[in-house]
């Protein structure tokens, strides 16, 4: 009876550290790329175990740099008492800078934690890191005037906002040049002979929105538009199909329907499209983010690109900045304008 290979014995940092001729310390510290080991020590390291296929602990890692390696996403979300529904970003949104923040982080072997937030405060986030249950968190879908950010700066708790920033304060944010985009789309829709438009907000509650009210109105002359009449579409298709609803009751419709995002242009055309009015030959309606949405509505929808991938990359690059000890600015990326079939 032919006897069983005997299992092979495990390969642990004493084996690399016999193999290579120093101290277990010494292995750790080379292969956490610790700076006090030299580059040659830490290449030789690393070569001893590849050949005997060592896999080095991410815990043991962690313990050594007293650091978790994880960096938590804060997302909102709210349960509708009546309705039961579950209120939070788009999903597509987060899932695109989701990915993003990973890839950026994965090189450098951090890992992403999702951090639900039904309410934490300032103390609940600032105790997941001093426990280094997370060593930094980048922020999704802040509303104006949330404390949480000053409260963990004061604690020297790292953070990067992601379509947020505080004024006044040199807190990193990745957030979208609106200014550009809203140029790109007045110099599209004075080319089309548009002369008059109305504007469909966004949620005041939201810095952005707030923004591009003022961008809006500011850029608007400059391009020889009016601005005719200004609702709120609240970032959502109920919102905006509500604002279409009274613009077509407050008689002739503007040449355009400017739109603060894609939900919103949705219900604005379900609106016109039910009171028999065609897009675009009767009105031009432009969008905001640039998601599946835009294409699957007929007409499919002019809209600026609002990059969520890149962003989430920049957020991620800024997290690994802040955890070198550096100190990143916030950044704007501008979005892209897709002229489709709705203006």
Same mark, same amino acid.
């Given at each position: 009876?032919?006897?069983?290979?005997?299992?092979?014995?495990?390969?642990?940092?004493l084996?690399?550290?016999?193999?290579?001729?120093?101290?277990p310390?010494?292995?750790?510290?080379?292969?956490? #790329?610790?700076?006090?080991?030299?580059?040659?020590?830490?290449?030789?390291?690393?070569?001893?175990?590849?050949?005997?296929g060592?896999?080095?602990?991410?815990l043991?890692?962690?313990?050594?740099?007293?650091?978790?390696?994880?960096?938590?996403?804060?997302i909102?979300?709210?349960? #509708?008492p009546a309705?039961?529904?579950?209120r939070t970003?788009?999903?597509?949104?987060?899932?695109?800078t989701?990915?993003?923040?990973?890839?950026?982080?994965?090189?450098?072997?951090y890992?992403?934690?999702v951090?639900?937030?039904?309410?934490?405060?300032?103390?609940?986030?600032?105790?997941?890191?001093?426990?280094h249950?997370? #060593?930094?968190f980048?922020?999704?879908?802040? *509303?104006?005037?949330?404390g949480r950010p *000053?409260?963990?700066?004061?604690?020297?708790?790292?953070?990067?906002?992601?379509?947020?920033?505080?004024?006044g304060?040199?807190?990193?944010?990745?957030?979208? $040049?609106?200014?550009?985009?809203?140029?790109?789309?007045?110099?599209?829709?004075a080319?089309?002979?548009?002369k008059?438009f109305?504007?469909?907000?966004?949620?005041?509650?939201?810095?952005?929105?707030?923004d591009?009210?003022r961008?809006?109105?500011r850029?608007?002359?400059?391009?020889?538009?009016?601005?005719?009449?200004?609702?709120?579409g609240?970032?959502?298709?109920?919102?905006?199909?509500?604002?279409?609803?009274?613009?077509?009751?407050?008689?002739?419709?503007?040449?355009?329907?400017?739109?603060?995002n894609?939900?919103?242009?949705?219900?604005?055309?379900?609106?016109?499209?039910?009171?028999g *009015?065609?897009?675009?030959? $009767?009105?031009?309606?432009?969008?905001? $983010?640039?998601?599946?949405l835009?294409?699957?509505?007929?007409p499919?929808?002019?809209?600026l690109?609002?990059?969520?991938f890149?962003?989430?990359?920049?957020?991620?690059?800024?997290?690994?900045?802040l955890?070198?000890?550096?100190?990143?600015?916030g950044? *704007?990326?501008?979005?892209?304008?897709?002229?489709? #079939?709705?203006?």
């Open positions: 009876m032919a006897k069983k290979a005997r299992p092979r014995a495990k390969v642990t940092r084996t690399v550290a016999a193999r290579a001729g120093l101290s310390s010494t292995v750790s510290r080379a292969l956490a #790329d610790h700076p006090g080991i030299p580059e040659s020590t830490r290449r030789r390291v690393k070569a001893v175990a590849k050949s005997l060592y896999v080095p602990s991410d043991g890692r962690s313990f050594y740099q007293k650091k978790s390696f994880r960096i938590g996403v804060v909102p979300f709210k349960r #509708d309705s039961g529904r579950l970003i788009l999903s597509e949104y987060f899932s695109k989701l990915f993003g923040i990973i890839h950026a982080v994965d090189p450098a072997r890992t992403v934690n951090i639900a937030d039904g309410g934490l405060d300032a103390g609940a986030l600032a105790a997941m890191a001093l426990s249950s997370v #060593d930094g980048v922020f999704l879908g802040l *509303r104006a005037g949330d *000053r409260a963990l700066h004061e604690k020297s708790i790292p953070f990067v906002l992601i379509h947020h920033y505080e004024a304060h040199p807190f990193p944010f990745v957030d979208i $040049d609106s200014e550009s985009g809203y140029r790109a789309l007045f110099t599209h829709l080319s089309k002979g548009v008059d109305a504007w469909i907000a966004g949620d005041p509650g939201y810095l952005d929105a707030t591009r009210d961008i809006v109105e850029l608007a002359p400059e391009f020889g538009l009016t601005l005719a009449r200004k609702l709120s609240r970032y959502s298709r109920r919102g905006g199909r509500e604002a279409g609803e009274a613009l077509l009751k407050g008689g002739r419709l503007p040449h355009a329907i400017v739109c603060a894609d939900r919103s242009a949705y219900g604005v055309i379900e609106a016109l499209r039910a009171a *009015r065609r897009v675009p030959e $009767d009105v031009r309606v432009t969008a905001f $983010d640039n998601n599946d835009a294409t699957l509505v007929t499919a929808l002019t809209t690109d609002n990059p969520f890149e962003i989430g990359r920049l957020a991620g690059l800024k997290m690994l900045a955890f070198r000890g550096e100190m990143p600015s950044e *704007r990326v501008k979005p892209t304008l897709i002229v489709r #079939d709705s203006a």
